[in-house]
């Protein structure tokens, strides 16, 4: 490295530092959700007093009826945009006039939507989507996509209160499939003659690939999937969306030489990780832990100050099952929780208290290192290992990533937050229509949200205790009658703008 280079090399960590030390404990929404005075978890009182209760015959005979016809108009309506976008973008398929688009292009410029796809940054060519779907529609194939998602339902009581599925996780299933339903109109309406599904969603639920690393059981998980292929089907969508297990898939369909890589090089960045991050951790100093960290770090990403490993134990902090509060009973979890996470990087003054935030520091800290290890060895294998289990289909993402489409999420109060890292709520849009999106608990009760929970008629369900959703005090409302018919007839599901 030359003098110059080497000037710049630490300017650039100077620069980073002062920001981490700037930012360290400010960052992460939810610490200042969890750091904001004005916002409290309902106790148990509170939450019975304040909780609603809707009717299994309610949610299927209206609410999800409500759903499914906004989501059948929105796909429409997409479809519709997606031909004019394709006519406007023909050029980006190497077109010499809008008259030379066809289904291929129709269906690719779906992906392509902004209520459908986040962000500007093209992580996949338009022309290599086109290429593969080209081939698809000429054997009358359908177009099979697959994200890995929906893994589990988190613990944290910021978070959730519960861990079944919800309406955010139904949510989530509804919005795959609006991608799968205006690519199936397009489809079909260039091939009516084909039988049968013309488009699929997978949905691989890599709970299992994670869940031991944040203390959560494999029972747990389970439930969750068990739970979620239910909802699939009280939808009527099991011929379009399949739920997968991770480790299920990765067991049969991958090929044995892969798993070996992919396990090899676990091993490998777990010790190049324990090597280079366990000597600095001095859980009463994090400041200068977190500033060696982001020196250390094997892994860092240019466009992230604090890079990977940092940014990563700073959400891990809100993820995890902490062990270290299995001790306590359990209805003083969840203030114990708040009050030790929201100051979990600072010492406590208080002795008793300032031990568990350092057990805690410590769980957090060797699970970051194993989330990484495990992140790795799918990033640095040669190919993706969910493409190489079912290699026909389009992949998307969660998070932006070289030749995968990553999925537009609902936001509200500025969040963007997935179906399995919150609860579902109804809010109003900024034009006074009604919104299904997912916010932590905390952002929920901590502003007076309304819980409402199934009434139990149908024992599959089990949501008697855990809110189904929630209703943020933006909306009026008399009874669960006139909500649902509020949400029946103002409900919309836009993503973008």
């Known amino acids: 490295m030359s003098e110059q280079d080497a000037e710049q090399h630490d300017f650039v960590y100077r620069v980073g530092l002062d920001k981490i030390r700037e930012q360290v404990i400010s960052s992460h929404?939810?610490?200042?959700?969890?750091?904001?005075?004005?916002?409290?978890?309902?106790?148990?009182?509170?939450?019975?007093?304040?909780?609603?209760?809707?009717?299994?015959?309610?949610?299927?005979?209206?609410?999800?009826?409500s759903l499914l016809s906004a989501s059948a108009t929105f796909s429409r309506t997409r479809a519709a945009a997606a031909k004019q976008r394709t006519r406007e973008n023909h050029q980006a398929y190497g077109l010499k006039s809008a008259a030379a688009v066809g289904c291929e292009e129709h269906l690719t410029e779906v992906m392509f939507d902004p209520h459908f796809r986040r962000g500007r940054r093209e992580t996949s060519a338009r022309s290599a989507i086109r290429d593969r779907i080209r081939e698809r529609i000429r054997n009358g194939l359908p177009i099979d996509m697959v994200i890995p998602a929906l893994p589990f339902k988190f613990s944290s009581p910021l978070k959730t209160r519960g861990q079944l599925p919800d309406l955010a996780d139904v949510n989530f299933i509804l919005g795959l499939h609006e991608i799968v339903a205006t690519v199936e109109l397009l489809y079909r309406e260039a091939r009516p003659e084909l039988p049968g599904v013309l488009a699929r969603f997978t949905v691989v639920s890599d709970g299992t690939r994670f869940n031991r690393l944040v203390g959560e059981s494999d029972g747990m998980v389970s439930r969750y999937q068990a739970h979620l292929?239910?909802?699939?089907?009280?939808?009527?969508?099991?011929?379009?969306?399949?739920?997968?297990?991770?480790?299920?898939?990765?067991?049969y369909q991958l090929p044995a030489t892969t798993w070996a890589v992919k396990s090899s090089l676990r091993e490998r960045f777990r010790t190049e990780y324990t090597d280079a991050?366990?000597?600095?951790?001095?859980p009463a100093d994090m400041f200068t832990t977190l500033e060696a960290a982001v020196r250390a770090d094997p892994d860092p990403e240019a466009s992230n100050d604090e890079g990977r490993f940092v940014s990563l134990l700073k959400s891990l902090v809100y993820t995890i099952r902490y062990r270290s509060l299995d001790d306590f009973p359990a209805p003083t979890r969840p203030a114990i929780y708040r009050e030790l996470s929201?100051?979990?990087?600072?010492?406590?003054?208080?002795?008793?208290?300032?031990?568990?935030?350092?057990?805690?520091?410590?769980?957090?800290?060797?699970?970051?290192?194993?989330?990484?290890?495990?992140?790795?060895?799918?990033?640095?294998?040669s190919d993706d290992p969910i493409l190489d289990c079912l290699p026909h289909f389009i992949r998307w993402t969660i998070h932006a990533k070289s030749a995968q489409l990553a999925l537009s999420s609902t936001t509200a109060l500025g969040l963007a937050v997935q179906s399995w890292a919150g609860a579902a709520v109804f809010k109003l849009t900024r034009n006074g229509k009604i919104k299904?999106?997912?916010?932590?608990?905390?952002?929920?009760?901590?502003?007076?949200?309304?819980?409402?929970?199934?009434?139990?008629?149908?024992?599959?369900?089990?949501?008697?205790q855990q809110p189904f959703f929630y209703v943020y005090p933006d909306i009026e409302f008399t009874d669960i009658d006139d909500l649902l018919t509020r949400i029946g007839e103002q409900l919309v599901r836009k993503r973008a703008g």
């Open 29 to 65: 929404f939810m610490h200042q959700l969890c750091t904001d005075s004005r916002l409290d978890l309902y106790d148990e009182e509170t939450f019975a007093r304040r909780a609603l209760t809707i009717e299994t015959r309610a949610v299927h005979e209206r609410l999800l009826p």
């Open 229 to 251: 292929r239910r909802w699939v089907i009280r939808l009527g969508l099991q011929d379009h969306i399949e739920i997968l297990d991770y480790r299920e898939l990765m067991r």
């Open 277 to 282: 991050l366990w000597p600095l951790f001095d």
């Open 436 to 464: 299904l999106s997912t916010l932590p608990v905390i952002a929920l009760e901590g502003r007076g949200a309304t819980p409402v929970c199934i009434r139990e008629a149908d024992s599959e369900l089990e949501l008697a």
């Open 342 to 381: 929201g100051h979990l990087f600072e010492p406590l003054p208080d002795a008793a208290k300032e031990k568990l935030r350092q057990s805690m520091l410590t769980e957090a800290w060797r699970a970051a290192i194993e989330y990484m290890a495990e992140i790795k060895s799918d990033r640095e294998l």
